[in-house]
């Protein structure tokens, strides 16, 4: 019979936190999963230390790479192994807590018409009560005109499985892939935020997030970005597309005048290279910018918050009131 949730665990040399992540995992009060972990061709005792736990529990099964795929090529491997209904992302240095999968899979399973949601690591969403169904045009209108969507990483995300192969996985595209996904999928799809502080994530000088590699891999993302804010696809009406487009031109103009303050303009010149923004471009758009933190939030027919059916919890976990858009 398959398990109810795939857990999927990548991993390259995380021997100093890798028995945390698993035993995170293990604690959870949501007990029907499998936990898949795919080392992709550690040098130090990473698959030693995850076999160990193998051994002890059934529902943990380890994968070896034959050759090193990189981060985003391995997080989609992961995804191709795994039998449950949906999919939960967790590094292999973080750690979920053991309410983590309780809150999360029965309130996406409560919304059928949402392909994946999105939880922050530290702190709530803003704007209302959650869980929130939100349409492409909400996750566009919270991201580029209220306080920001499209920086969670894939720890945030909870997936329907034929969901995830249904948008073809995360893009290769290094570091910023996670983000460059969520611009192509929010566009196309509906999702849902449900509540915060259901993991830990975990910073230290390991990670690929803080290397030069990646600060460049940023600065080409952001053309992408700019590239979807001027797609016939873009979600937004005629005048919030006209305040997003300032919003992001503020920060990314805000940025270079930054570095050229302080005599980086090598850096300077290669941000204003890979915007995308052109010098018609940026007379145009280049306003201070106005956020308002009611942005991309669900509302009732009569203007109210909507209030969440708390009832997904109970035994019968019987269909949300609000699961449909």
């Not at 690929?208 to 992408?224: D, G, P």
């Amino acid at each position: 019979m398959s398990p109810r949730v795939s857990v999927l665990m990548t991993a390259y040399n995380r021997e100093a936190f890798i028995a945390d992540a698993i035993e995170s995992v293990m604690a959870q009060t949501f007990t029907d999963f499998e936990l898949i972990i795919v080392d992709d061709c550690s040098s130090d005792r990473t698959v030693d230390i995850a076999r160990s736990y193998a051994a002890k529990d059934k529902r943990i099964r380890v994968e070896v790479n034959e050759q090193n795929l990189g981060q985003f090529a391995n997080r989609n491997y992961a995804a191709s192994l795994a039998r449950g209904e949906f999919l939960k992302f967790h590094d292999s240095d973080d750690l979920l807590y053991p309410h983590c999968l309780q809150i999360t899979i029965p309130l996406l399973a409560a919304y059928p018409t949402a392909a994946f949601s999105l939880s922050p690591g530290a702190k709530d969403w803003t704007g209302g009560p959650y869980p929130m169904l939100l349409t492409p045009r909400m996750s566009y209108q919270r991201e580029f005109l209220g306080m920001g969507l499209f920086h969670v990483g894939p720890a945030c995300t909870t997936f329907r499985a034929d969901a995830f192969q249904r948008l073809g996985g995360y893009p290769c595209k290094g570091v910023p892939s996670d983000t460059l996904f969520l611009i192509s999928a929010c566009m196309r799809e509906n999702i849902l935020l449900v509540p915060g502080g259901v993991y830990w994530y975990r910073c230290h000088p390991g990670q690929e997030l803080v290397s030069e590699k990646a600060e460049l891999e940023y600065f080409h993302a952001q053309r992408e970005v700019w590239r979807a804010l001027n797609s016939p696809n873009c979600p937004l009406e005629k005048s919030e597309l006209e305040q997003a487009r300032k919003n992001w031109s503020w920060l990314r103009g805000k940025e270079i005048l930054t570095d050229v303050s302080h005599g980086r303009f090598r850096k300077a010149l290669l941000r204003l290279t890979c915007s995308g923004i052109s010098v018609r471009e940026w007379i145009r758009y280049f306003r201070r910018q106005v956020r308002d933190v009611q942005a991309g939030t669900p509302r009732a027919d009569n203007g109210g918050f909507i209030i969440p059916d708390w009832s997904v919890f109970s035994e019968e976990h019987p269909p949300s009131r609000n699961a449909q858009l």
